[in-house]
C-alpha cells in the first residue's frame, strides 16, 4: 500500500512541478542552492500532489529512504532549524541523526558541530554512544569523544567484554597489536567502547586483519577477547 502525505492541501500542478525541480537541482550536487528544510518543504508539496512519498522517489530518482531522511529535519528543534537555515549544519546525514535525539542533546551535539568543536565522524560517535547508553548525559559522551580529537584519528565502536578490564589494560592490549603510537585513546561508555586509533594505527589493523585471514570486526573481536597480543610490525 502506498504511504500517502500527511498534507491535506493538494498544491497546484505548476507547484509540484517546481518542487520537483528544486529537489532535482539540488539533490545532486555538493552545493545546493536550498536548505535542508526547504528541500522537506519541497517533498512534502511534491508528495502531496502525487499522492505520496514514494511517487516521488519514483519521478526524482532518489530512494524513499533518503526522501524520509530530508524530511526527518522538521523533527528538529527551532534552534537546530535555525542552525541550518544559517546554511552553519548542511549534511542531510547529519541532521537525520540528530534527530533521533532529544530536543537539548539535539541542540547541545548541533551548536558544537556548527562552532566546528566536533567533526561529522565525533557526531555520528555521539549519537550511537547516546543511542546505547540513553541514560548517559550528552555532555559526558561529548567530553569523552573530544579527548579523542588532539590527532587524526578513527573511531571504532564496540561493546566491552564482559569480564572485567580496566581501560589501561585495554589499551595496552590493543596497542600490542597496532602499536603504541597507534591507539590514541579508550573509553568505557556505559559499556560501549570508545576505540581512537591514529592512521598508523589504522594502517596496522588492515595489515593484521589481512595477515591473519579476519575481517576487522572479527580482528577486534580477537583482540579484545585476548586472542591476539604480540605486535605485527
Known amino acids: 500500500m502506498p ?3 500527511d498534507t491535506r492541501h493538494i498544491p497546484s500542478d505548476d507547484a509540484v512541478e517546481d518542487a520537483l525541480a528544486a529537489l532535482l537541482a539540488n539533490t545532486r550536487r555538493i552545493r545546493r542552492k536550498l536548505t535542508l528544510l526547504q528541500l522537506a518543504d519541497s517533498i512534502e ?5 502525487l499522492g505520496s512519498v514514494e511517487a516521488v522517489s519514483d519521478r526524482v530518482g532518489l530512494s524513499y529512504e533518503m526522501l524520509r531522511q530530508f524530511l526527518t529535519v522538521k523533527k528538529l528543534s527551532p534552534k537546530v532549524k535555525a542552525l541550518i537555515t544559517q546554511r552553519r549544519i548542511e549534511s542531510v546525514d547529519m541532521a537525520h541523526r540528530l534527530s533521533k535525539l532529544p530536543i537539548i542533546d539535539q541542540e ?5 558541530i556548527a562552532n566546528g568543536d566536533l567533526d561529522s565522524d565525533d557526531a555520528r560517535a555521539i549519537i550511537a554512544l547516546k543511542k546505547c547508553a ?7 559522551i561529548i567530553a569523552r569523544i573530544q579527548q579523542t580529537r588532539s590527532a587524526k584519528h578513527f573511531l571504532i565502536l564496540f561493546m566491552w567484554p564482559r569480564f572485567p578490564l580496566t581501560e589501561t589494560a585495554l589499551t595496552k592490549r590493543f596497542a600490542s597489536i597496532l602499536g603504541q603510537d597507534g591507539v590514541i585513546a579508550i573509553h568505557n561508555v556505559s559499556g560501549m567502547g570508545v576505540l581512537a586509533i591514529s592512521e598508523s594505527g589504522k594502517v596496522h589493523l588492515h ?3 589481512k595477515r591473519y585471514g579476519l575481517t ?3 580482528l577486534i573481536d580477537s583482540i579484545l577477547a585476548g586472542e591476539l597480543r604480540q605486535y605485527v610490525g
Do not use: E
Open 3 to 5: 504511504r500517502r502525505s
Open 45 to 49: 508539496v511534491a508528495a502531496a500532489g
Open 108 to 112: 547541545l551535539v548541533a551548536h558544537a
Open 134 to 140: 540513553p541514560t548517559l548525559p550528552i555532555r559526558d
Open 207 to 209: 595489515h593484521t586483519a
Open 216 to 218: 576487522r570486526k572479527a
